[in-house]
């Protein structure tokens, strides 16, 4: 297996070798440095060709290191297991470089993204509207760039004589849409939403009819936090805390990001218990999100019912970790607690007799008709269209797509243990609900297996301080998807770069496809079906303008 | 003149039960979902709130004078059917005076929210005319019925059910058990007051005394088809003469009522929402039986 | 029917929440709670102040009377414990403490004055009486005057001394 895996691998360089100087940054990495006329060529042969999917794009100010912008575009090879890397550079003169939007969809936000916050225009972009930034943000004031102190603060002077404001949309004449059909607003508040965002459906009757989705109003600057103000053991729990039911998919894709960057070897008990803390994650994240889509289709005894046996879970976290949800466990290079003996047996127990009531529960809960008929054949996405939009997760599992981090790209302990991964063809919220629901029984017989195998080692890995100027990736599996972490190591004890990509930042874009034709009572089912967590998409908060450094605010025509 | 006494004795019993009583269904709710729940008296905390809260005039006149319009409607049918007390007002033909005010008290509500001009309540409003329509017909027919079998318009003579034992009278009391379950605003049929999609519905720009007063109606309706399932059930049959006799039937009604309370909530704790369509597809189900029962009736069964 | 199961089922089961705050409600061992300082403990270092990730716990000097305050805000703790993973002489220590909601500001400051000890060359305050004396009990010998003096005149004569010895 690991000859074929090296073979795979040098075939994926001779053929990447054409395009420019491919460098393996660390095991199941490679980067390479293209000129951008390769651009589409590339992304065609790795997203399409190739069987890989693209998942996101980072931009960097790299001035103080090599006196230009950097832009990585990353793209995921299951079939090799590798992660392969595409980086521009963008001249500070010019600072434009060409978009793979036209090719690939999906990488719509991860552009504009950098566009709001470096300044770098795509050509081509079919979209070229702020995304993430507020309308009243002024002009030529690019938060993430490294002349940007994270902690200015400035008033708002000048009067607001324009306003450029831009949203994910599939509406293209929001005025005449407007005219026809009555325009029904999900959000920013909302009883079906549990945080701030805002879908505008169009509805004529009780068809929709359009939609459009605006968000990131949970913007909370932490990628600009960590590079300007804490160390490297600091950012995990900065990162803990992006998410408040994922939290420690995203510490333990930080520490692994890290550690493969500085080539730390994390010694196998700690990977155990990182293994065994993110399926108790999955476990209960999964439970609340049942309990949410039945509080939507109105059955709020199945909210109380899976919610009542997630607090096993919670109880469980809570004695390995001190918390319910914070867990506060990782370090770079290994975990600060150790898993006590006496407590593996109560662990097993208690998820023996969870997995019977839960399964005796969904089974008579699935027959309940009223249910199902609400579930069925709604909200669908393409196999099709699951891919062109980059769609991760229990999502594009129920669409077809068989992609999973833990099985291609094994990390943590998921190479020692044994797991089918469940994926379904039919693409509808009901398949969504089964994919989960398998998910959650696979979960616990991963973690059985962990429990009767736990080696000993020390927890923690012993290492000189980390070198600068290092790439590193890592990506776990979230409960929604995956997880992809990119960080460039630098001085002082901190990070230079740091991008956590959460999966819902490429389920919402499918959002607004999938609402198409259904009726407005199937929209917060579909909406939630995607199990969209808000606070790990927008995780940048907006930071306000320096006083006096804006000339003017521009108020364009507002869209909508 | 005793007789109207009675009779209002009767509805302002009625105001305080309305709300005592959806305060137990709640508390029942919640032991089911293995929770405490709040007090049994919550709902007539929650409206004696609401009632001295401030109304707010959205501009719109309609909107603003409907709530004591359904609210009065609701009143008055509950004058003319025979509760706790087991006296009403009746004249001849008031089977269709208590058509009408059910009605038209569905109507009020709507016409009220659609005239607020907000999204939601515009889409609540369509989805309760879509499903009254269904409902009162259904209602208007199995009550149609039992008039024909029993050959009186006037409501005290269709009490008890029984003595003409015709299947077709059967049935129809079967359709009017679940046309009453529909038209008590619970799930599966809540859908014109659905909170997690459209943000309460019919409700939404309702505030203070007549946001109170419409849920003080749509509790009140709730004990009127209650009432109404006891009569054609016990009627007459339990009553003992004096003072005394009534009050023991008044309890007895009471205990009835709260057994059909307890039924039709444990029927609601295990239900999700219907989507208007699938309500609609059940309720013209019912209309084709419906159907069926009318032709057993007119040919004498 | 399905249904008659799920209501068997709730039947079954029964109540459980709980009824607090009209009871009290128990945390497991290890539950991380309010960091307290053991004013008797701590000699004043500064490690947990380095490792604080949101920056609660300081360290501010009064360098006229020779007072050092660490200050403990528990507005800004997140309870990750790493306070009590770096210090060296376990004074902090997180207990089990959840219910910390107050009226009062003060309630969530707790500060700890520690004494400072004056350079034997050039009588500034520089360091804390205890953690000097942590420091010593572990030091060589010949190395201990070398503690008694601050940082900077410490630098001096080290180098002196170099120069010295290289002649």
Redesign the interface.
């Known amino acids: 297996m690991h000859s074929t895996v090296i073979s795979k691998c040098k075939e994926l360089i001779e053929l990447l070798n054409r395009y420019g100087r491919v460098i393996e940054i660390h095991d199941g990495a490679l980067l390479i440095e293209v000129d951008e006329y390769y651009l589409h060529e590339l992304s065609e042969l790795l997203h399409w060709k190739l069987n890989g999917y693209y998942t996101t794009s980072i931009g960097v100010d790299e001035r103080p290191l090599n006196g230009s912008f950097g832009v990585y575009h990353a793209f995921v090879l299951d079939d090799y297991g590798y992660y392969v890397i595409l980086y521009i550079k963008v001249s500070t003169g010019l600072l434009k470089t060409t978009s793979i939007t036209p090719v690939i969809p999906g990488a719509n936000w991860a552009e504009r993204e950098i566009m709001d916050f470096l300044g770098i225009r795509f050509i081509d972009h079919p979209e070229p509207y702020r995304l993430i930034l507020p309308f009243d943000w002024p002009d030529g004031i690019y938060p993430l760039r490294k002349d940007f102190p994270y902690n200015c603060k400035a008033s708002v002077k000048d009067k607001i004589d324009e306003v450029v404001h831009g949203s994910t949309s599939t509406v293209k004449d929001v005025e005449e849409l407007s005219s026809r059909y009555t325009l029904v607003p999900i959000g920013p508040y909302h009883p079906a939403l549990h945080e701030p965002e805002y879908f505008e459906l169009y509805v004529d009757g009780e068809k929709i009819i359009d939609a459009r989705y605006k968000g990131f109003m949970v913007h909370r600057g932490m990628e600009k936090l960590a590079e300007s103000r804490l160390t490297y053991n600091q950012i995990p729990f900065l990162a803990e805390r992006i998410c408040g039911i994922c939290g420690f998919t995203h510490n333990t894709a930080y520490c692994q990001a890290v550690e493969n960057a500085a080539g730390i070897d994390v010694p196998e008990r700690a990977l155990f218990i990182r293994s065994l803390l993110l399926e108790l994650e999955r476990i209960h994240s999964h439970l609340l999100w049942f309990g949410v889509a039945f509080h939507l289709l109105g059955f709020d005894t199945g909210f109380m019912i899976t919610w009542r046996l997630r607090e096993d879970i919670m109880n469980i976290a809570e004695l390995l970790t001190g918390n319910r949800k914070t867990y506060g466990m990782n370090l770079i290079g290994g975990v600060r607690r150790d898993v006590k003996e006496e407590n593996i047996e109560y662990i097993k127990r208690v998820l023996k007799n969870l997995e019977n009531e839960f399964r005796d529960y969904m089974e008579n809960i699935f027959s309940m008709n009223e249910l199902v008929k609400r579930t069925k054949e709604i909200g669908i996405l393409s196999k099709e269209d699951a891919r062109k939009l980059c769609v991760l997760g229990p999502h594009a599992r129920a669409s077809g797509l068989k992609t999973d981090v833990r099985k291609y790209h094994p990390y943590a302990a998921y190479k020692y243990v044994d797991f089918r991964v469940p994926v379904r063809d039919e693409g509808d919220v009901l398949a969504r609900l089964l994919v989960r629901y398998e998910e959650i029984l696979e979960s616990i017989n991963i973690i059985n297996q962990l429990l009767d195998n736990l080696p000993n080692t020390p927890l923690q890995a012993e290492y000189d301080g980390i070198p600068e100027k290092r790439l590193g990736v890592g990506v776990t599996e979230a409960p929604r998807g995956e997880d992809f972490h990119f960080v460039i190591t630098g001085r002082d004890n901190k990070v230079y770069r740091w991008r956590p990509r959460a999966p819902s930042y490429n389920n919402l874009q499918s959002v607004p496809l999938m609402l198409r034709g259904e009726y407005l009572a199937d929209a917060p089912i579909i909406i939630a079906s995607i199990d969209p967590c808000f606070s790990c998409t927008d995780h940048v908060i907006v930071v306000d303008v320096r006083n006096g450094t804006r000339k003017r605010l521009s108020l364009n025509r507002i869209l909508g | 003149m005793i007789r109207i006494i009675f009779a209002l004795i009767n509805v302002l019993i009625a105001l305080i039960i309305a709300p005592l009583f959806d305060g137990i269904e709640r508390k029942i709710k919640a032991?089911?979902?293995?929770?405490?729940g709040p007090p049994i008296l919550q709902t007539i905390y929650d409206l004696g709130k609401l009632y001295r809260k401030e109304n707010i005039f959205l501009g719109s006149r309609l909107h603003f004078i409907t709530p004591i319009i359904v609210f009065s409607n609701i009143f008055i049918a509950l004058l003319i059917i025979p509760t706790f007390i087991p006296v009403s007002i009746y004249f001849i033909g008031d089977i269709i005076l208590l058509l009408y005010l059910l009605s038209s008290s569905s109507l009020f509500l709507v016409l009220g929210s659609i005239s607020s001009r907000n999204?939601?309540a515009?889409?609540g409003s369509?989805r309760e005319i879509m499903l009254s329509i269904g409902s009162k017909l259904l209602l208007a027919l199995s009550i149609g019925v039992i008039v024909w079998n029993k050959g009186s318009l006037l409501i005290t003579r269709l009490f008890p059910l029984v003595p003409p034992l015709v299947p077709s009278s059967i049935l129809s009391f079967i359709v009017f058990i679940i046309i009453a379950y529909i038209e008590s605003m619970r799930?599966?049929f809540?859908?014109p007051e659905?909170?997690?999609?459209?943000?309460?519905g019919i409700l939404i720009e309702y505030s203070g005394p007549n946001l109170a007063l419409i849920l003080h109606s749509i509790y009140l309706k709730r004990i009127l088809f209650a009432s109404l399932i006891i009569n054609f059930l016990f009627y007459g049959s339990i009553l003992f003469p004096g003072y005394l006799g009534i009050l023991i039937y008044s309890i007895i009604f009471l205990a009835l009522l709260f057994i059909v309370s307890i039924v039709f909530t444990?029927i609601e704790?295990?239900?999700?929402?219907?989507?208007?369509?699938?309500a609609l597809k059940f309720i013209k189900n019912l209309s084709l039986l419906m159907g069926v029962i009318i032709l057993l009736a007119l040919y004498g069964y | 029917m399905s249904r008659f199961k799920l209501l068997r089922k709730a039947i079954s089961v029964g109540v459980v929440t709980e009824k607090y705050p009209y009871e009290p409600i128990e945390v497991p061992p290890g539950f991380r709670g309010k960091p307290r300082i053991d004013p008797l403990k701590c000699i004043g270092c500064g490690a947990c102040v380095n490792a604080c990730p949101p920056d609660a716990l300081s360290i501010e000097d009064d360098l006229v009377e020779g007072i050092r305050y660490v200050k403990l805000f528990i507005g800004r703790c997140i309870y990750c414990g790493r306070c009590q993973d770096v210090c060296p002489v376990e004074a902090i220590k997180l207990s089990n403490e959840f219910e910390l909601a107050t009226d009062k500001h003060d309630d969530l400051y707790q500060v700890v004055g520690l004494r400072m000890v004056r350079c034997r060359v050039c009588g500034r305050f520089y360091t804390t009486y205890r953690q000097l004396e942590n420091v010593l009990k572990d030091l060589p010998e010949e190395q201990r005057p070398y503690a008694l003096l601050c940082p900077d005149c410490r630098e001096k004569i080290a180098s002196l001394y170099t120069s010295y010895a290289r002649r």
Do not use: K, S
């Open positions: 032991r089911l979902q293995n929770r405490r999204p939601f515009i889409t369509n799930l599966p809540d859908i659905a909170e997690p999609e459209i943000a309460g444990v704790v295990f239900c999700g929402r219907y989507r208007i369509d699938h």
